[in-house]
């Protein structure tokens, strides 16, 4: 029988484990068999990228991927060459080792920690939207920079209020609302939030120019030169203290 060895996670698999796994069936469900509770959102139908693992050994003899599963990998959080969704590859006679990532593009999963219930700060494209442009020039930056995601905060900002500073980040801030958007890994700042509800993200490109452009219904005045902006809400005066 071939065995499957677990590298230590420290949430999902703390002290690592290594058992006989059964052949015929997935790397995934070999997994959920052993009460290793890996994520597996889509129910293991090659849908949603949180079933991730890298094979660091035995990644030369897994059965191919199919382009399904080519395309959501490119999604998944800390790819690696030897990055494969463990739903799609089936255990044979080889014997693997797996490394869990320390994050899926999942945030809000059972296996992460979770804020109290009422107090999940979960991001829709309800709430902010993204274009599919902006989606495709986030997510090659995100990609070119090995980041996690990107965050969006309110900075005080020249006469008129306020800016809008984008960061790629390499972690998450538990306080942030956070979702996953048009396949970008999006985070807002907490205190930002209510300023950016409602927001599309567009991104335009125009003769030799390129921008992200915010499209906020929220904004009350804006500066001549466009630069910066504020609102009607008195919430402002917490803001202007982060
Ligand atoms: S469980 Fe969703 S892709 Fe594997």
């Known amino acids: 029988m071939p065995k499957i060895k677990v590298l230590p996670h420290a949430e999902i698999c703390p002290h ?5 796994a059964e052949s015929g069936i997935s790397v995934c469900e070999n997994l959920l068999n052993q009460k290793i509770d890996l994520e597996h959102a889509c129910e293991l139908s090659c849908a949603c990228t949180t079933c991730h693992v890298i094979f660091t050994e035995g990644f030369n003899s897994l059965n191919d991927s199919s382009d399904d599963e080519e395309d959501l990998l490119d999604k998944a959080w800390g790819l690696e060459p030897r990055s494969r969704l463990s739903c799609q590859t ?14 899926t593009i999942n945030m809000v999963s059972e296996n992460h920690p979770k804020p109290a219930k009422n107090s999940i700060k ?3 494209s309800k709430d902010f939207d993204i274009t599919n442009s902006a989606a495709s020039h986030l997510t090659e930056m995100i990609k070119a920079n090995n980041s996690f995601g990107v965050r969006i905060s309110l900075k005080d900002s020249g006469c008129s209020g306020f800016a809008y500073q984008l960061d790629l980040i390499d972690d998450k801030d538990e306080n942030d609302f956070a979702g996953l958007v048009n396949g970008v890994n999006l985070f807002i700042h907490d205190k930002s939030f209510v300023f950016l509800k409602g927001t599309k ?6 003769n030799l120019n390129q921008e992200l452009v915010f499209l906020n219904p929220n904004v009350s005045a804006e500066c001549g030169c466009g630069e910066s902006f504020n609102f009607d809400n008195e919430l402002v005066k917490d803001l202007s203290k982060n």
């Not at 690592?16 to 006989?20: K, R, T, Y």
């Not at 089936?90 to 994050?103: A, C, G, R, S």
């Open 90 to 103: 089936l255990v044979e006679d080889t014997d693997l080792e797996i490394q869990i990532p320390k994050y």
């Open 16 to 20: 690592g484990a290594e058992f006989e």
């Open 201 to 206: 993200l567009d991104f335009i490109k125009k």
């Open 122 to 124: 979960v991001i829709s």
